[in-house]
């Protein structure tokens, strides 16, 4: 799926969605949805729902601005399209914003998430990161802390790092990189918050490799190239193309503070 903001808006309204309870302690739901076009699975994400406000979050476009954040970087990553639709849920019409993926499975391959995984395959007393180290997965988990750091994941948890089995084959990868919709300033709901928002802080995260700490992390991959590419001046442009009305110029700007910020920081301990 190329990556692209649709904003002509799509009747999505045949959309069937399934409540997932948001796991950050607020009141809100994750609604997710799926179809199959040409033959391919997609799947369907709103952003941060409330059963009386409606839609009240930005982690869709989060989604797209990371997906574009890592084509910067030569980061192989699952690609996103957002776009704006009418959807309906509980016999309501709403228009929202939402993101859209295609399956990464390949035919014949199952997913498992990593934490189940590690517990049916795992040395005794090897670590998570170390166990990654083994089965050749080093330079993803290794990239993967970067990423986080950058952009503040707070829930990579061991569902959100998948291993992709084909048993026939005898084949075992792990998926491209995906969901990074609880980045950025994703709890900030209003401009004072925004406004406010300190870039730098590090922040509790819920993470399944290493520590609490996406900046402790870093010493993980002290030493270490983890990017081809890189993050420079001249790309704010596109990270943030056809952006603008969908999130305030303050937003923008704080995210690109939070980026660049994070990136000099990055660049100067690894």
């Not at 574009?68 to 709403?94: C, F, K, N, S």
């Not at 001249?234 to 910020?261: C, K, N, Q, V």
Request: net charge negative; hydrophobic share 35%.
């Amino acid at each position: 799926m190329e990556t692209k903001v649709l904003l002509q808006k799509q009747d999505l309204t045949y959309l069937k969605w399934s409540h997932i309870r948001s796991s950050s302690g607020t009141a809100g739901t994750f609604l997710k949805a799926e179809s199959t076009i040409s033959g391919k699975k997609v799947y369907y994400k709103l952003s941060n729902f409330d059963q009386e406000k409606g839609i009240i979050g930005h982690e869709c476009v989060n989604e797209i601005i990371v997906d574009r954040l890592l084509t910067l970087l030569g980061v192989d990553h699952l690609h996103y399209q957002l776009m704006l639709a009418d959807i309906e849920i509980d016999g309501r019409i709403y228009t929202t914003y939402l993101c859209a993926s295609q399956d990464f499975k390949e035919r014949g391959e199952s997913k498992t998430s990593l934490d189940n995984y590690f517990v049916a395959n795992h040395e005794p007393g090897e670590s998570a990161y170390d166990f990654c180290q083994r089965l050749g997965f080093g330079a993803y988990i290794d990239t993967m802390l970067a990423i986080d750091y950058l952009i503040l994941n707070r829930d990579r948890h061991g569902a959100n790092i998948e291993v992709l089995r084909n048993s026939r084959a005898h084949s075992l990868r792990i998926a491209p990189y995906f969901d990074h919709g609880l980045t950025l300033l994703f709890n900030c709901l209003t401009e004072d918050e925004i406004s406010s928002f300190d870039v730098m802080k590090d922040r509790q995260c819920n993470n399944f490799i290493g520590s609490r700490s996406c900046y402790d992390n870093l010493a993980y991959i002290k030493g270490k190239k983890v990017f081809v590419g890189e993050l420079t001046d001249s790309d704010r442009a596109y990270l943030f193309e056809d952006l603008d009305g969908i999130l305030s110029p303050t937003h923008l700007d704080r995210i690109w503070s939070m980026l660049t910020e994070r990136y000099r920081v990055l660049d100067e301990n690894i």
